[in-house]
């Protein structure tokens, strides 16, 4: 059908990839790499050796990646304060890049011509994996079956499997009524009852939080400490990326903290309804903020929120290896260099409660000029007349022209 | 020492403002008008009448606003989800337009030729009054007596007052610790404790809403409807804006929703912290969002966001009656004819939950393409690789080139 | 091969679109109507009713757009002083969606199910042209036939031509090197030697205008009048928007404004190299800026600056039928109100010198105030020390915290 | 009057920066230190010195600054392509920043309290130049004494200087009657005829170019070289920073390049009118856009394009020793790493006309995906199909629900 005679498959031992690993076999008479990665999907990576095995396949990659998926992607992306249409925190986006490196990284080691994936025609994350493939090796084959073949339900899948001898413990046992996705940083929920977006989610959908009616009745207190914009310690204990999103997932999702219902806009063009879990996330968000709000200059921090939709919607539409990301990430990047110190903060009931922030070195609150009291003169207030006056000069010039 | 002769106060019968009457008729031997509006600040106003009386003033104006305060300056910006800095709602903001705006009406109605505001010469409210009465009346004489006096201190004013016989029922009893400022939008707090921006603020200070710990355990649910971005009813009974917010403010702080503690950046120059409570807004802000969600096309959706922190910019300095505002504006509300529909949600202890979100006549979400399921061609998935293959173009090229 | 019965072909008479029409009757079996619109491309449109009746067809379109064309379209783009990468001022984008437009309108009158264009797979006007129709009309199918069929070259056409009797007439004598597009705002080259972005285009490429140095060694002196943004007389004398733009290409050609050499990134992803002549629109470009620079307030003027860019990406890439190019639509015609007055200038080998502008109306340059004489107090020099120390603050509390 | 002691001057050597200088040692009882430097203006500095010391001035510093004006600021603002309003080069703007850093030095080197210019109250110039001071050195005091003394015309300053003794010969002979700033990136005129916008300048009143009617016949063709970003030699011959700007003054004057008359906005709140020659810098800013037309990626192009105006407006405002500045600067040079290459123009009477350009390294133009001819596969037409169905896709689903 075509020269494909290596193909390397990003393989989660679930049903889906294992028809993929099939099928490819079958239409391509190639090879298959299967690639499986830990970026904290909170499921074992392991068992998928054994069924790739089990399928044949020589070459097997199995890999922890969740520290470099924190350190390189998730912690960049807080940096810029990323929010997707006002509301997402790109927990699905920012998984793509690092995954479409590894294959590809991959490809070179076992001498592979394509790449495969089960994401389907419709949705972002083909996109996002496939513009980073292109960017990392502008001459990969990509092979995307749900784009190419007539299946189109779950039960052509089954019967298909059964066609093909697909192990029966693949099958796995109460399917969710959701199409998910997890990682470190979220999990999502799609689909079902979700697609009338009048509807709301049943409770027992949720599973890396509980409600707020659930939380604890006593808050929790924590202090962040933040070096460069990022989060290196918790409560005084050092800790790495990974470590700190972990940890901040298990406190917040216990007190409540992160969920999302959404409508959301996919960048192949319909409008499509997300519920999101993001608990340790969504906590670094509002704490970065907070270790912003005293160390960035005030222009610094506009030029930051004008700039912050057009990052998010790069992240989103799959534009993390791209020239101009990097560009911005240049310029967020350096504005870090300050925003070091702790925030305090409460979880309680859904609630995150800043309480406190403060930073030794880079702090540009001044309590002498801000103060409602006498001020010694660090502030001259006759200075805001003409202030305002100038200020004001074009206004003034307007209406006296009779606008 | 100057040819003033009769000069509008903003006067809200408190000592400050009561203190400046007198100042200004010793310094310009002038007669004042005093200007008592009612925008839902949450005190009487009447009781200014007989307090302006005993200062001998002859010409009172003391109106309710607030109906026009909500529908002509809240409600539009809330059309443009304007948050500025990440956090604020500008409820101080978008009250002094308002306020600008009659007081030069009512120099005009009087034959006065100035206006005068108890504002700070540290704070934003200043710029944002003088910017409008300059904008409104170019040729307006602004006396903004903390700018000019000596007065540093509450004990300076004290004995003023004594000194020039202005009623002792002028001093309130037990003095708040904080600057507040109130209106149908927001309560805000700053001063004290709050100029350490370590310090918590005490649970006594907030006036508005109760803490989620002390919620009710039993969540509110509520039905929004919307016409052209605008609340008109809630739970399916008409109300005006004004109504609107009153009522959200009531339900929202009774559920502990709407405080906010942070650090921001005056357009004076430097960093302050404010404590806000802001119930009724809050919810406006995520619901109007939730709203747009369904409605609105993804990239004026996008476009907005990308306009939207300078909008807000714009009204936190003070330029709520700049050309440019009304530019935006006039953007803003030309997006804002499809959003149309109802909002389903709930409040809990902090929270504010989307529940649903429909719109019979304008919705862009189509289950049919959204879908997971089978779409019976309404979506063609081969699509797909040709828009990532473009989409991939340059930078593959650029990947081939060497980069 | 489908179900279509009748298509709308945008038809020039020229051979590509001869060939197309055949090739659409053999692919589809269906009825064709042809489409030719004079947009001022300098050739006559009616000689393609005779080429079309030779080749069968019965329904023949041949209108008139100009008038339409410049005043609906190239005037609302001028009021945004759009220009593409710098330097490209969008004359073949600004064409298309007009085009589509009424292609979608005759396929309504004529019961027809589909448009055919011949534009090549390789370029922005396909994009433009189809994301015009679908926007129009959401159900309508578009034929592409240089993206179906096997044809890749004029060797290819001409045996194509030969085999199916498509009149010798059709093919045009001597073959321009270029690939050429042409309407009233401008004209266009791609192709050929231009191919390599080091060579020069010779000479004789260039149809529109004469070279700088073959220009008049007398400038020509013009006065434009601005009525809300667009020209409405030239030297006194009352134009349409066609006659304006016709009379400007006449006499800026004619003194060798208005050529450009340039490389751009189109949509599709790859970069081209264009040379353009657009010799009244380059005035007009520049003319409206200076009618801006006396009447537009300046936070308006930069608000226009700032989107601009965006505004002419939209453009070039085919997003006329959007909704967010006409909210922004919205925003700039409302700038324009106040773009009222006169503008001189002259033209001279290339240049275009503005020497003068006024407006009797809106005129926002005060004299007394810009003074470098004594301005009687119109301005108060000490006002700026104020205006300089707050907007200092920021900078001189960072350079105190040692940064 | 104050405490100052000893204060730097920004001396010119003229008659005002002369009474400047009496009028500082008699207000202040202080000691001057003279600061005059070479950026390019024209004239020589030396004489400055005689002058000084004629005055009693002991402490005299005269430097030349030019290549560190073209290398650290005029080079770095190119690469951003800054235009302010669409025509203005920032000519003025770009030098005060180095003046204000050179002056906080010498104020550290010899130990005196304050800096003081001769730039008056109603220009950007006092802000820029006080702006950098106060970020450089955040407790300095700055002397404006435009904005402090009575004197407002120039009679008043002659008299002055007779009753203070200074120098006869510090007058000149024949005044000119336009306000005029030099230095090697631009010439500007102000004042006089031009404060009526409707007039055109004298031809006499230009300086540094010949009008094109009086340029040469012949055109002159230059190839320029960049390195990452950077003019590094013109014709194959490597220059300076300063050496290229010279030598492009003196080649693009020559050839009537490089003039502008515009009305523009200042910071300080009205509309003034200009003119301005900048004949080097007219083709830098063209050139550079035609060396990044070929090498940079368009995304990059872009998000440069829609920063532009905002950075051109950063150094208008005299913001270059903001953070804000800064950042941007981080991300502009990051992306000027690929822009290497040649660019080859010829100048003619007024015009320069680019007639090649070509990057060894770094060229994204791909003539093999371009080219009209058959591409052998390179791009594959039908996926254009794709791409324009999904980016049409919103529009489609908004059209058929009755948008």
């Not at 679930?14 to 090879?31: A, F, N, P, R």
């Not at 994401?119 to 079956?145: C, H, M």
Request: charged content about 25%; some cysteine.
């Amino acid at each position: 059908m075509s020269d494909i005679n290596k193909v390397v498959l990003a393989y989660s031992g679930g049903l889906d990839t294992s028809i993929i690993l099939k099928w490819l076999e079958d239409q391509y008479q190639c090879e298959i790499v299967t690639f499986t990665a830990d970026i904290g999907q909170g499921e074992e990576v392991e068992p998928a050796r054994a069924k790739a095995e089990a399928l044949g396949v020589k070459e097997i990659y199995i890999e922890d990646l969740c520290e470099e998926f924190v350190r390189d992607y998730v912690y960049p992306m807080f940096r810029a304060n990323a929010i997707y249409e006002g509301e997402y925190l790109l927990g699905t986006s920012i998984a793509r890049p690092l995954i479409a490196k590894r294959m590809v990284e991959i490809v070179k080691e076992t001498g592979a011509d394509a790449v495969s994936h089960g994401a389907t025609g419709k949705g972002n994350d083909q996109v996002r994996f496939e513009l980073g493939a292109y960017a990392l090796s502008p001459g990969i084959e990509v092979i995307a079956p749900w784009r190419i073949w007539d299946m189109n339900s779950r039960e052509d899948l089954l019967a298909y499997a059964e066609k093909h001898n697909i192990p029966v413990e693949m099958k796995r046992g109460k399917q969710s009524p959701y199409s998910m996705d997890a990682n470190l940083l979220h999990i999502s929920y799609e689909g079902g009852i979700l697609e009338d977006p009048w509807n709301e989610p049943d409770e027992e959908m949720w599973r890396w939080s509980v409600s707020p009616q659930n939380a604890p009745d006593t808050p929790l207190e924590l202090t962040l400490d933040y070096v460069q914009g990022d989060i290196v310690a918790i409560d005084g204990e050092k800790m790495t990326p990974a470590q700190v999103l972990r940890y901040l997932n298990k406190v917040a999702g216990a007190h409540g903290v992160g969920r999302l219902d959404m409508v959301e806009n996919r960048y192949v063009g319909m409008k499509s309804r997300g519920c999101y879990e993001t608990p340790g996330g969504t906590v670094m968000l509002k704490a970065h903020r907070a270790m912003e709000s005293l160390t960035l200059d005030r222009e610094v921090a506009h030029l930051k929120d004008d700039l912050m939709a057009r990052y998010a919607k790069l992240v989103y539409n799959g534009y993390w290896w791209s020239p101009e990301r990097q560009a911005l990430q240049t310029l967020i990047d350096e504005t870090q260099q300050v925003v070091n110190g702790q925030v305090r903060l409460k979880l309680y009931k859904g609630n995150i409660i800043i309480i406190g922030r403060q930073s030794a070195e880079n702090s540009l609150f001044s309590e002498a000029i801000a103060t409602f009291e006498d001020d010694d003169g660090a502030y001259n207030q006759k200075d805001a007349e003409g202030f305002i006056k100038l200020n004001a000069l074009r206004l003034r010039i307007a209406a006296l022209s009779g606008r």
